[in-house]
């Protein structure tokens, strides 16, 4: 990885900044929050100022800075000695200097100005010495002088916003001089929200650390993130110092954001609450019913990965009490409670983490939704959850464990119908995903008596024609999904095999006109689901 990154996706800001430097105005402000890149930009607009043979000064200003008039422009000034107004003369006088190439001026982090250093760049921009280009942090204080410069136009504002998810994934390609994997882009996107700054101390921890590595050529990002002391130190820097209060809500949101605010003011201080958003730490949705959000998801990630466990793993209980208390039973929410409980000293029911499982697959968390299945079933025994972790298995391409499932279920006491269903669906993943034809075959023989006898024989014909489409006997694969599409009653799943092996089938005998009209029917529910 290259010590330097590359500037990507800022044509547009640095064209703009060419243009008021060129066509002779007072100047550019970048505005931007902490990381987004400002003084990058600036940095290569200042390098371009030179190789277009202009002279420059860049300075910084800082908190300490502020304590010394002028401090920052002496480098200007040639020496500190002297009154403001003689120091300013000089600065002019270095700016307009007779035969020496025009001038223009840099100034990181202008909010840090001192108030007589404000004055004079004001000045500067005013009588039109020398163009300025300044960086100012979103949402910070502002001397008068500067702030005046932005109400009366004398600068021209330029946004430096986050980088988007292209921006960001062709930063992280630019830098890595290789390919970024796509999901593993939008990870980091998530994570960061384009802000440079917070995206490249999370690659380089993560890169040193073994889980951002090559495959193939290709780069791929695996496992949690580490916050390091350096990156916690970055976040911490921006969320400040804040009362304890105002800490709870944060915490309160790192574990169960988003929350409507209704339910944030019971559990933390709402002065606290009014608080953190006017701090920049929460955000709070224009709805009805207004919502809270942390103001970067890293916000969270760090007060998870530093916060006390006895203390996050009360907060989250306290969460999940609020949900519950609420009633409300859609999906996302029952799914939160489950997960917020599970995280608490609470007691999560095997019925809670059912329903919030199928709720979890209902939104496509696959992953989840088989934690919270395992979770029910580890609490209860009784609990029946076989078919859904199979489902959740084979959609997260762990047929292999889907298989496992399957087989301690056939060594189970369950109901004789719900073996007999199982062991249809064992022998479809060995058919269709892991191509073991010998050994779906094997599991047909043995559950065909079983399926016969308590009703499932559809469901055992439209697996075997599956197989016998798989094994080139098309006619017999034909006759075999017809006679289980004829059964009053069969499961849907089994419905949407039969009619796959029966379009295989009749593609495989010519029967072409026949194939499209039965694949058509390929997403029909049938009547019953076992």
């Known amino acids: 990885m290259d010590s330097a990154w590359p500037l990507t996706g800022r044509e547009n800001e640095m064209r703009r900044i060419s243009q008021t430097v060129q066509g002779g105005s007072g100047g550019a402000v970048l505005v931007g929050e902490v990381g987004a890149g400002k003084t990058r930009l600036a940095t290569e607009a200042m390098d371009q100022i030179e ?77 039109r010495v020398a163009p300025v280009i300044v960086t100012v942090r979103t949402g910070a204080y502002t001397s008068n002088s500067i702030a005046s410069l932005l109400a009366d136009d004398h600068l021209r504002r330029v946004d430096v916003a986050p980088l988007s998810f292209d921006q960001t994934r062709g930063l992280l390609e630019a830098a890595l001089h290789a390919p970024f994997e796509a999901g593993s882009a939008r990870r980091l996107f998530a994570l960061t929200r384009g802000n440079v700054l917070y995206l490249r101390q999370l690659l380089e921890d993560e890169v040193a650390c073994g889980r951002v590595v090559r495959y193939s050529g290709v780069w791929v990002w695996s496992g949690a993130p580490t916050f390091t002391p350096r990156l916690y130190d970055l976040i911490a820097a921006k969320m400040g110092r804040v009362p304890e209060n105002v800490a709870d809500v944060v915490d309160f949101l790192a574990v169960g954001a988003p929350l409507p605010v209704a339910i944030l003011t019971r559990i933390a201080d709402p002065a606290a609450v009014e608080r953190a958003e006017e701090l920049g730490l929460v955000t709070v949705d224009g709805a009805e019913n ?209 009619v796959s092996a029966q379009v295989s089938a009749l593609g495989s005998l010519g029967s072409v006109d026949v194939a499209v009209r039965a694949a058509r029917g390929l997403g029909d529910a049938r009547p019953r689901t076992g």
Do not use: N, Y
């Open 51 to 127: 190789r277009d043979g202009l002279r420059t000064c860049r300075l910084v200003a800082s908190p300490a800075s502020r304590e010394v008039p002028l401090g920052v422009l002496d480098e200007m000034a040639g020496e500190a000695d002297g009154g403001p107004t003689q120091r300013m003369h000089r600065i002019f006088d270095w700016l307009a200097r007779p035969g020496a190439p025009p001038a223009v001026v840099g100034i990181d982090d202008a909010h840090h100005l001192d108030e007589a250093s404000a004055f004079v760049v004001q000045q500067i921009v005013a009588r």
């Open 290 to 498: 207004p919502t809270a959000r942390l103001a970067h998801p890293l916000f969270g990630e760090v007060r998870r990965a530093h916060g006390g466990r006895i203390r996050l793993r009360r907060m989250s209980g306290e969460v999940a009490r609020e949900l519950a208390a609420k009633g409300r039973r859609d999906a996302r929410t029952v799914v939160r409670r489950a997960e917020l409980t599970l995280g608490s000293d609470d007691d999560a029911s095997p019925g809670l983490l059912e329903v919030a499982a199928r709720c979890a697959m209902h939104l496509g968390d696959f992953e989840l939704a088989d934690r919270m299945l395992a979770e029910a079933e580890a609490r209860d025994e009784t609990v029946d959850v076989v078919l859904p972790r199979i489902a959740c298995l084979v959609a997260l391409g762990h047929a292999e464990d889907a298989v496992a499932v399957c087989e301690r279920f056939a060594r189970s006491g369950s109901t004789p119908g719900r073996q007999a269903l199982v062991r249809t669906i064992h022998a479809a993943i060995l058919v269709w995903i892991l191509a073991r034809p010998q050994q779906a075959q094997r599991v047909l023989d043995e559950s065909r008596a079983l399926c016969r006898r308590t009703g499932r024989i559809a469901e055992h014909r439209a697996v075997h024609a599956a197989l016998l489409a798989v094994l080139g006997r098309s006619r017999e694969a034909a006759e075999e999904a017809a006679m289980a599409m004829e059964a009053p009653r069969l499961a849907r799943i089994h419905a949407q095999i039969a």
